[in-house]
Every structure is written in structure tokens, then in C-alpha cells.
């Protein structure tokens, strides 16, 4: 009997010089990424493009998981996470999540000393037993791979569903990784191959050169601003990457949670705004006022107009019980159950730039009135483009810089139900809102009395803002935000017609 090859030893990625290469073949998991576990981005999808429940259904398969992983085969185990998470979903709403939320999870967890070397190569593919449909948007828009080379899951045809299942060759472990590399890349082999556990080794061995990437507690997280790309645009309502432990302590929270929520809403709503103020921190959540609210306009004489960004749908009404009054404030897509709920007056816009125009106007000449030029919300420190309407329309423009801060659930989204977006965020353990009421605009800066166009008036209050909340503006629009997250346009109509 011959004797057993002895495994092949490869040094640690710290040994990599900084020479740049032609060509790598790179694990994900454990190699690119600080984590070695793909369960948090199972969880993601399941919850995001299926349900809460499908995510408490994986959760509760993670034993499972876990022993099939570690005592009977890497890909059996990685099956069960893609059949749980997977099966029966369409495949349009997977692709959406690969490229709304999964990003923002996977950025905040690459790997500093793997991306520099991952970075110098001219031809970059990741390796992985991952779904290509999962990572391939991350991959290719913020690391700057050329190819995913991953397992490519079943489709029903007809239904263009997920079945659960996988393609042959099956889950790309082992030496399926090595023939997909050894397909890729033909005789000329990847100069560079990098990889964390024993079944990269395949792989690895055909490269002109492997590194292992060991785990390590001090590994560091590259920065955000190395990425490709600036991640400024995601959905989701998971605030916390869902790790088994997060995972479990989400679903825990959430029935009391949804009963807290309850009560927040309905026991403050017939409550006069400047109660609400006070009845807020008894129930936990945390309001912050700076600067100093304008008075009530006085009788016969129009109201100001108080224009802030836009965090989320409770901004007017934050806005109105931060001044202590009731004041009016101006909607595109919120349905007519929301503005009936609404505790101060929510007014239709109808994107006809005249008749909204006129209906300002009118509000105005009657009291105060909330606009958030943005036209939709974002979650991350920029500031969209300011729409210059609202400077047309009044000289008493009193800017608000607005913020917020939850730790467990976003009160908004671009393809869930907006309806629940107040409840998912008093659903938050603690929220907390952020207001600061600036000087109001002086003559010379507006366009009636000061002779400026709409435009610059609209970008000074965009630059304002920005410089109070220490965010970035930048040229983006509702539209750029609905076309990246949802794959429509963000009008009413485009996006009831996305989810046919």
C-alpha cells in the first residue's frame, strides 16, 4: 500500500508580499469577509424576500444545520440552509434582497488584510459555496470582482420560483470548487489562490501561489470608504446583522415588541402635541429638541414653512409635537388608512407641479406647514437632492435637520408594506428622534423678497442641514433610490405593478 501525500502546507496570507498579481481565485466566507459563517445573509434573505416566520423557521433548523455541517458533509449543510431560506420564493424577490440589503451586511464585515491583497490583482473571481445569486452584486459592485464562481440554485420554469434544490454539480465545496476554477480560468492558472478551511485546499493547490486566511480575533473590518463603491441606498428592516444570537433575541423582543408598538401609537394619538412631548419618554422614547421653535404665526398672517430631510414618515409629526401645535404636512404615496391615522393633517400631493403648487400655497395662507423636499427617506449620513418647489411658494422658510436612531428594527422600506413603518420603529427597544429648529432663512436668501432662483434656495437649505448634521449631499433622487432597492421608479402605480 503506497503511503498517504502528505496535505499540502500554505503560509498565512500575512505573508503575501505586496506585488501585484494577474489573477486570484478567493474564497468568501472566513477569506474575504472577517465572519466564516453565511447563516446571518440565509437569515437576511429569508426574512426579507419571505417572512418573519420563514426566519424563525431557519432559526429553529439551526441544530440541524449545525451537526450536518460539522459530522456529516460542509455541503449538506450549506443545502439545508439554501431548501429553508429558498424554497418557493420568487427568484426576482432573492435577486432584490442580493442587491438591497445584503450589501450593507456584507461591507460592514471585509476583511482589511484579504481585500488589500484581493485588490492588487488585475482578475479577481471569488470562489464560493455561497449562491452566485446571493453575492454576486456585492461582490461585483463593491469589492471589484470580475466573476462569481458559486452554486447556482434550481428554478421552477413556469413559476420562476426557487425549488430549494441546487444545480449540478450540487453545492460548490471541495473539489467542485477546483474543476469550477480549473473551467474558469483553462491552463492558465490563477497566479494567487486564498481560502480558510480545509476544503479551499483543492483549489488552493492549483494556483501558482496559496495563502490561508486563519481566523483571528483581531482581524479587522475595512473601512466603508474603501469599498468600490459608497453604499448609500439600502432596505431592509433588520437593523443588526442577524447572527444566530441577534437572531434569537429579535424574535424573543418581537411580540412584545408589536404590543409596546400598539401602545405607543394609540395612546399618544388623541393626545394634544405638547403632552406628547412628555408621555414619550414615559413610554421610552427618547425626543431631543435644539434650537429655538418659531411661535404659532399669528392671525392673518401665513404660516412658515418648516423644511427638513427626510428620516422617516413620523418626521412632520415629530416636527409638530417638537413645537408643541398641530401643523400640516404634505404626502405623495402614504395610503388614505395612513392619512386617516395620521394625528396631524396629512394633504394628498399629486405630482402635478401647478395643482401642488396651488394646494401649498393654500395651506399656507391658513398655518404652518411641513415639507421634506428629499421626497423619500435615507437611512445613511447624505442628503438626496432638495426638490426646489417649496421655495417658490413662501419667504418664511425655517429649516429642520432631523435624525433618528434605531437599534433592532428600520421604520421604513422601499418593498415591504409602508403602512407598519411607525410600528416597526416604535418597535424599537429605545428610539430616539433628533430635531433642531435653525434661524429662518433671511430675506436675501429666498426668492421673493431676495431675488434668488429656487434652486439656490433649495441647495442652501440642502447645505445647511447637511453641515448641522455633519451629513453629505449629493445629486440623488427618489427615483435613483426606488430603481437600485425596487426595481421601479418609486410612483405608486410602478410599484404596484413591480409586485405582480
Known amino acids: 500500500m503506497s503511503p498517504t501525500k502528505p496535505a499540502k502546507k500554505f503560509p498565512s496570507i500575512t505573508a503575501c508580499n505586496g506585488t501585484t498579481h494577474q489573477s486570484i481565485a478567493a474564497d468568501l466566507d472566513g477569506t474575504l469577509l472577517?465572519?466564516?459563517?453565511?447563516?446571518?445573509?440565509?437569515?437576511?434573505?429569508?426574512?426579507?424576500?419571505?417572512?418573519?416566520?420563514?426566519?424563525?423557521?431557519?432559526?429553529?433548523?439551526l441544530p440541524i444545520v449545525i451537526v450536518s455541517y460539522l459530522f456529516i458533509s460542509e455541503a449538506l449543510?450549506?443545502?439545508?440552509?439554501?431548501?429553508?431560506?429558498?424554497?418557493?420564493?420568487?427568484?426576482?424577490?432573492i435577486e432584490l434582497v442580493s442587491r438591497a440589503v445584503l450589501p450593507r451586511f456584507y461591507a460592514a464585515d471585509v476583511r482589511s488584510e484579504s481585500f488589500e491583497v484581493f485588490d492588487r490583482?488585475?482578475?479577481?473571481?471569488?470562489?464560493?459555496?455561497?449562491?452566485?445569486?446571493?453575492?454576486?452584486?456585492?461582490?461585483?459592485?463593491?469589492?471589484?470582482?470580475?466573476?462569481?464562481?458559486?452554486?447556482?440554485?434550481?428554478?421552477?420554469?413556469?413559476?420562476?420560483?426557487?425549488?430549494?434544490?441546487?444545480?449540478?454539480?450540487?453545492?460548490?465545496v471541495g473539489k467542485w470548487k477546483k474543476l469550477a476554477v480549473l473551467k474558469?480560468?483553462?491552463?492558465?492558472?490563477?497566479?494567487?489562490?486564498?481560502?480558510?478551511?480545509?476544503?479551499?485546499?483543492?483549489?488552493?493547490?492549483?494556483?501558482?501561489?496559496?495563502?490561508?486566511?486563519?481566523?483571528?480575533?483581531?482581524?479587522?473590518?475595512?473601512?466603508?470608504?474603501?469599498?468600490?463603491?459608497?453604499?448609500?441606498?439600502?432596505?431592509?428592516?433588520?437593523?443588526?446583522?442577524?447572527d444566530p444570537l441577534n437572531a434569537l433575541i429579535t424574535y424573543i423582543w418581537l411580540p412584545f415588541g408589536f404590543i409596546l408598538s400598539i401602545i405607543r401609537v394609540y395612546f399618544n394619538l388623541p393626545l394634544p402635541e405638547r403632552i406628547v412631548r412628555y408621555t414619550y419618554e414615559m413610554l421610552g422614547i427618547h425626543l431631543v429638541i435644539r434650537g429655538t421653535p418659531p411661535p404659532a404665526p399669528s392671525p392673518g398672517t401665513p404660516g412658515n414653512l418648516y423644511v427638513c430631510n427626510h428620516r422617516t414618515a413620523l418626521d412632520p409629526i415629530i416636527i409638530a409635537i417638537a413645537l408643541g401645535r398641530k401643523v400640516s404636512c404634505v404626502t405623495y404615496s402614504v395610503s388614505r388608512l395612513s392619512r386617516f391615522l395620521s394625528p396631524i393633517p396629512a394633504i394628498a400631493l399629486t405630482r402635478d407641479r401647478a395643482a401642488d403648487a396651488a394646494r401649498i400655497s393654500s395651506i399656507l395662507q391658513k398655518g404652518d406647514l411641513v415639507v421634506?423636499?428629499?421626497?423619500?427617506?435615507?437611512?445613511?449620513?447624505?442628503?438626496?437632492?432638495?426638490?426646489?418647489?417649496?421655495?417658490?411658494?413662501s419667504d418664511r422658510i425655517v429649516p429642520v435637520a432631523v435624525n433618528c436612531k434605531q437599534n433592532m428594527f428600520y421604520g421604513t422600506t422601499v418593498r415591504g408594506v409602508k403602512f407598519w413603518d411607525p410600528y416597526f420603529f416604535f418597535m424599537n427597544p429605545r428610539p430616539t428622534y433628533e430635531v433642531t429648529f435653525l434661524d429662518r432663512l433671511p430675506e436675501e436668501m429666498t426668492v421673493k423678497a431676495g431675488g434668488k432662483s429656487s434652486i439656490e434656495v433649495a441647495n442652501y437649505v440642502q447645505k445647511v442641514l447637511g453641515e448641522v448634521l455633519g451629513f453629505e449631499s449629493t445629486g440623488l433622487t427618489r427615483k435613483d433610490k426606488y430603481l437600485l432597492l425596487g426595481g421601479n421608479d418609486g410612483k405608486v402605480e410602478s410599484m404596484h405593478n413591480a409586485k405582480k
Open 184 to 242: 474558469e480560468f483553462g491552463e492558465e492558472a490563477p497566479d494567487l489562490g486564498i481560502g480558510d478551511r480545509k476544503t479551499d485546499h483543492d483549489f488552493m493547490s492549483i494556483c501558482k501561489e496559496g495563502y490561508m486566511v486563519h481566523r483571528s480575533k483581531s482581524a479587522t473590518p475595512l473601512p466603508r470608504d474603501r469599498l468600490k463603491n459608497r453604499i448609500i441606498f439600502h432596505d431592509g428592516r433588520l437593523v443588526q446583522r442577524p
Open 121 to 172: 490583482c488585475k482578475r479577481k473571481v471569488v470562489v464560493t459555496a455561497n449562491p452566485t445569486i446571493m453575492v454576486e452584486p456585492f461582490v461585483k459592485d463593491f469589492l471589484g470582482g470580475d466573476k462569481v464562481l458559486g452554486t447556482e440554485i434550481e428554478v421552477n420554469p413556469k413559476t420562476k420560483r426557487a425549488t430549494g434544490f441546487v444545480k449540478k454539480p450540487g453545492v460548490l
Open 34 to 61: 472577517v465572519s466564516s459563517s453565511s447563516f446571518p445573509y440565509f437569515m437576511l434573505v429569508a426574512v426579507e424576500a419571505g417572512s418573519l416566520f420563514r426566519g424563525l423557521v431557519l432559526l429553529l433548523s
Open 77 to 93: 449543510g450549506i443545502q439545508i440552509l439554501i431548501f429553508v431560506s429558498m424554497s418557493g420564493l420568487k427568484i426576482r424577490d
Open 372 to 393: 421634506c423636499p428629499e421626497g423619500t427617506t435615507c437611512r445613511e449620513e447624505f442628503l438626496l437632492r432638495f426638490s426646489a418647489l417649496f421655495a417658490e411658494l
